[in-house]
Every structure is written in structure tokens, then in C-alpha cells.
């Protein structure tokens, strides 16, 4: 039997992970970043609901060469990279492919940096209250990636929020954040596309309009 979606799309996604984070609104330091480019329309929604500033934190997953859907670690922007020692092992994945695939992620994470940012420099985190977003977690390599790095600059809060998540992930990630709320952790959980009955792929046009949107 196959389940009924949870959101029709991300913006219904994002206004009621907003509900679950109306706490936090209104708060003079407060900051979300959302992962692109699905975690943008969820983190605009988030941002204009609470009253913050959006901007974006790049990170790239690292796929297992043949089957880059598998994530075996993933980057972040500052050099940060986070590695799924598992899986590397049980594929015996050596360590030049490895390197090979952060190089290629790594010149793709600068593209969309330049492409989404332009020249606007990257928000303070420090002594903020930082919530990350993105549209949902499966393994949350991703996710790790990011808040390893944002913690790295010292935020007052780091708060995870995500509609959808693999409950043991939410798990994990309570180990890095002050804060994670996972809105919904359904069993069993598959692929977070599974959720949304509108999934479509968000294009870079729609990252850089929502950021012009949230700024004006």
C-alpha cells in the first residue's frame, strides 16, 4: 500500500515547518539557510513565516562512482568534507575516486556559489541563531555536512528543521545541533520525494528568484 504525499509541494512544506518553528520568530538574530536548491522554497517560506533574513549554504553530496544517488559523504563550503567511512569500506572505494569525485562536487559547489551569491558576501553566523532547512533527510549526509560547518563558526543556536526525515536521522543529526525538528518521520520512509506529491526539480533561476524575493 503505498502512502498518501504529506505536502503538496514545498511551499506547503515550508509553511507548516514554519508553524512547528513559530517559536523562534521575530528573533533579531535570527538566520535560515537553506540548502540548495530544493531547500530554498521550503527555507523562504520558513524565513518570511518567522521574520529572518535567507540566504543559502552550499553543499554537495558525494555519489559512490556508478551510483551517485548512494551518498558516501558529502562538502561543504569552508573545505569542510564528511565522509560515510561504512560505506567506503563495504564498496572498498579507494581513496584517489574518492578525491576525484570532491574535486568535481567541489568546482560545482563554487559554480552555484557564484551563481546564487554573486557578489554579496556570506552572512555572519556567529552569535546567531542559524536554522538550516532543506526539503527532507534520508541519509543526511548533506545535512551533517552543512552543520558541521556552520557550527564550526560558532552560532549562538544551530537548529535542523526539514518537513520530512528517516527518523534514525534526526537521531544523528541531535548529536551536532542544539535543536532538530523533523516534522514528520514516517515508517517506512524510502525517498523524501515520496512525500511531496508536487516534487519537481527546483532550477537555478528559481534559487536566485526566491533570494531577490526574500532580500527585497
Given at each position: 500500500?503505498?502512502?498518501?504525499?504529506?505536502?503538496?509541494?514545498?511551499?506547503?512544506a515550508?509553511?507548516?515547518?514554519a508553524?512547528?518553528?513559530s517559536?523562534?520568530?521575530?528573533?533579531?538574530?535570527?538566520?535560515v539557510l537553506?540548502?540548495?536548491?530544493?531547500g530554498?522554497?521550503v527555507?523562504?517560506?520558513?524565513?518570511?513565516?518567522?521574520?529572518?533574513p535567507?540566504?543559502?549554504f552550499?553543499?554537495?553530496k558525494l555519489?559512490?562512482p556508478?551510483?551517485?544517488?548512494?551518498?558516501?559523504?558529502?562538502i561543504?563550503?569552508?573545505g569542510v568534507?564528511?565522509?560515510?567511512?561504512d560505506?567506503?569500506?563495504?564498496?572498498?572505494?579507494?581513496d584517489?575516486?574518492v578525491a576525484?569525485?570532491a574535486?568535481?562536487?567541489?568546482?560545482?559547489l563554487?559554480?552555484?556559489?557564484?551563481?546564487?551569491?554573486?557578489?554579496?558576501?556570506?552572512p555572519?553566523?556567529?552569535?546567531r541563531?542559524v536554522i538550516?532547512?532543506?526539503?527532507?533527510?534520508?541519509t543526511?549526509a548533506?545535512?551533517r555536512a552543512a552543520a558541521l560547518a556552520v557550527?564550526?563558526e560558532?552560532?549562538?543556536?544551530?537548529?535542523?528543521a526539514?518537513?520530512?526525515?528517516a527518523a534514525?536521522?534526526?537521531?544523528?543529526l541531535?548529536r551536532?545541533?542544539?535543536?532538530?525538528v523533523?516534522a514528520a518521520?514516517?515508517e517506512?520512509?524510502r525517498?523524501?520525494?515520496?512525500?511531496y506529491a508536487?516534487f519537481d526539480?527546483?532550477t537555478?533561476?528559481d534559487?536566485?528568484?526566491?533570494l531577490?524575493?526574500?532580500r527585497s
Open positions: 500500500m503505498v502512502s498518501p504525499p504529506l505536502y503538496r509541494d514545498r511551499v506547503d515550508g509553511r507548516q515547518l508553524e512547528r518553528l517559536s523562534l520568530a521575530n528573533r533579531p538574530d535570527l538566520l537553506a540548502l540548495p536548491r530544493g530554498v522554497p527555507g523562504y517560506e520558513v524565513a518570511r513565516a518567522l521574520n529572518a535567507l540566504d543559502v552550499l553543499v554537495r555519489g559512490v556508478g551510483h551517485e544517488e548512494y551518498a558516501m559523504g558529502a561543504a563550503s569552508d568534507r564528511v565522509l560515510n567511512e560505506v567506503i569500506a563495504a564498496l572498498a572505494i579507494p584517489r575516486a576525484a569525485v574535486d568535481e562536487e567541489g568546482r560545482e563554487a559554480r552555484r556559489e557564484a551563481a546564487y551569491r554573486g557578489d554579496r558576501p556570506r555572519r553566523i556567529e552569535g541563531t538550516l532547512v532543506d526539503d527532507g533527510l534520508a543526511g548533506t545535512m557550527a564550526a560558532e552560532p549562538a543556536e544551530l537548529v535542523i526539514v518537513p520530512v526525515a534514525e536521522t534526526c537521531e544523528e541531535a551536532i545541533a542544539d535543536q532538530v523533523c518521520t514516517p517506512p520512509f525517498a523524501v520525494g515520496l512525500w508536487d526539480q527546483t537555478d533561476e534559487v536566485r528568484e526566491l531577490g524575493k526574500s
